[in-house]
C-alpha cells in the first residue's frame, strides 16, 4: 500500500480447505478462491475414499456383495443394504413375506432417525451449537443398541437379506422401540427444537443461505431433504413405494425457500414423521416367516436344515461358492429413499451368479457436485454451513 | 404416461436412430445412435407431455467380447410431475470412444460424466470440465473397463503413491517398535 495514495491493492486467494477438516464430514477437499472473505469458486474434490465397490461387486456373487453395501453411507448401513435388497429381488422377481418386509421399514426408519440427528447435530457442532451433538448421541445410542440386539452388530449390520431378513425380532426389541417412539417426539419438542429452532445466531448462520430454486435443485439431480426443502415433494416411499411404505400413513415434509433453514426444518420433521411410521409398523406387526420360503434357490437355507437335509446342504454350498445360478437375464433400476436422498441400484445380470455390472447412484455424490452452486458468492463461513446442510457422507460419494 | 408409449413416441419422432427397445420387469430400455443423442434427450427434456426434468442417473457399461459396439451410456430419466421413467442406452464404440455432453440439459450430468469418463474413459464432447473425479489425476488406465485387471503385479507400471509408500515401509523395516 502507498501511503497518502488511499488506494489498496487486493488479489484473490486461493485456499485449500480439507482433506483432513473436522467441518466436511470425512475426506472432501474444497479448494476456495476467496476475494476477501467472499467465495468467487469453489471447487469440491473427491475420490479420497474410493475403494472401488462397483468393480468388486461384479466379482463377487450377489450374497457376498451385501456387506460392500454397509460401507457406503457407513452410518445408515441398513437403508443400503434394504436397497441393494429390493433391487435383487426385484431382478429375480422374489417377494418377501409381509413380517420381514415390516422389519424391514422400521429398521430402514430407525436408520433415518439415528442419520438424520447425526446430520443435524453435526450440522450445528460445525455452527457452533454444541449441546445438540450431546443430545443427539445419547438418542442414536439407544438405536444402535437395539440394532445390535438384534443382529450382533452396531454400525456395518448386513441383516437385510435377498428375500426378507437374516432373523426375526425379539418381543422385547419390540417394547423397548416402542418406548422409544413415545418418548421421542417430546425429546425433539423439548430439546433439539428449543436448543436451535428460534436460535438468534442458528437463525442468521442458516437463513437465506444456500439458497437453491425447486427448478435449479431439480436440474441438479439433487433429491432427499435436499430437495424437500425446496418444496419439491419429490419421495421414493411415495412415488414409487417398496416394502411396507405402502401401508403406512405418512406425511412427506417440504420447505419453501431452498434454504440451510428449510432443510434443516425438513429434516426435524422426518424425524417424527420416522417416528410415526416406526410406531405403526409396530401396531400393525404381522406374524409369519422372515425369510421368503419360496426362492431356495436365491437365499441361503436355515442352519438346521443344511445340517440335516441333503439338498438345503447342496443349496447352501452352491449358493455361497457360485451364486444363485438361475439368474434371470436382464438389467433393473431399482431406487430407494435412504437418509441422505434417492439410493439407486442399476444392475445388469448376464444369468450367472454374479452381477455383471453394478452402479450405484449415491445421493451424497449429486450433492456434493452442486457445493460450488449454494457457495458461490457467500462468505468462508457459509461454506460450512453448506457443506452440513446437503448432509454428505463421503465412503458413499466416493464408492 | 405408460413406458411403452412412450418409447413408442421416441421411436416415431426418431425412427433411424432407435435401434431396439426392450422390456424387462416393467421396465423400458431404448437403445439408440449416438450421434443424435443430444437431439432425443432435448426432446424428452421439453416435451410438455413427456417433461422429463430429474436425470437419475448417468452411467456406462462395459460388454466387452459379449457385444459390438463395446460400450453403453445408460441414461435413467425420470419425470416427477408425471411420474414416469424411462432407460435410455447410447451404444459407444471402442475406436470411437466418445459421445456428446448433456450437461447443458441437465446439469446434475456434470459429475456423472466426469465419472463415466474416469472410470470407463468414454470421453464427453463439449462437458465444461472434463478431468478425472474418482481416481488421481496422474491414474493411468481405466478401471471400470472389464479389461482391467482387479488384482496384479504391475511392477514398474504401479503407480507412483504406491511405490512410495513401499518404499517407505522397506526403509523403516529395520527399526523395532517397542
Redesign the interface.
Known sequence: MTAGTGEIKTKELTISMGPQHPATHGVLRVVLDLDGETVVKCTPY??YL?R?T??LAE?RTYLSALPLMDRLDYISSMSNDIGYCVAVE??F?IEPPERAKYIRTIMGEMTRISSHIIGVATHALDIGAMTLFLYSFRDREWLLDLFEMTCGARLTVSYPRIGGVRNDVSQKFLDSLYKFTEEFPKKIEDEYETLIDQNRIWLQRTKGIGVISAE?A?????TGPTLRGSG?P?DVRK?APYDAYDKVEFDVPIGKNGDVYDRYKCRMEELKQSNRIIKQCIEKMPTGPVMAPDAPKFTLPPKDKVLTDMESLIHQFVLITKGPMNAPE????A?TEVPKG?L?F?I?S?GTGKPY?L?L?APS??H???LPVLCKGGLVSDVIANIGTIDIVLGEC?? | MEPKEIAELIKERFVSEVLDIKD??D?V?VIVKKDRIKEIMKYLHSTPELYF?????L?G??YLG?KEPRFEV?Y?LYS?KH?H?I?IKAEVADDECSIDSVVDI??????HER?CFD?YGIAFNGHPDLR?????EDWEGH??RKD?P?KSDLGDMEWKGVKEVIEIAEKNKGYEVR
Open positions: 473427491v475420490g474410493h472401488g462397483e468393480k466379482n426385484r431382478l422377481g435449479d431439480i436440474n441438479w439431480g439433487l419439491v419429490y412415488y436382464g438389467e433393473i433400476y431406487a434417492e439407486g442399476y445388469i448376464d455390472r452402479r447412484r455424490f449429486v456434493v457436485s452442486v466416493d464408492r | 424387462f420387469c421396465q430400455s426434468d430429474l436425470l437419475t442417473d452411467c457399461v462395459d459379449k445408460v435413467h416427477i411420474r421413467m432407460r441437465w446439469a446434475g450430468a456434470d459429475w465419472e472410470l478425472r473425479i474418482l481416481m488421481p478401471p471400470l482391467y482387479l
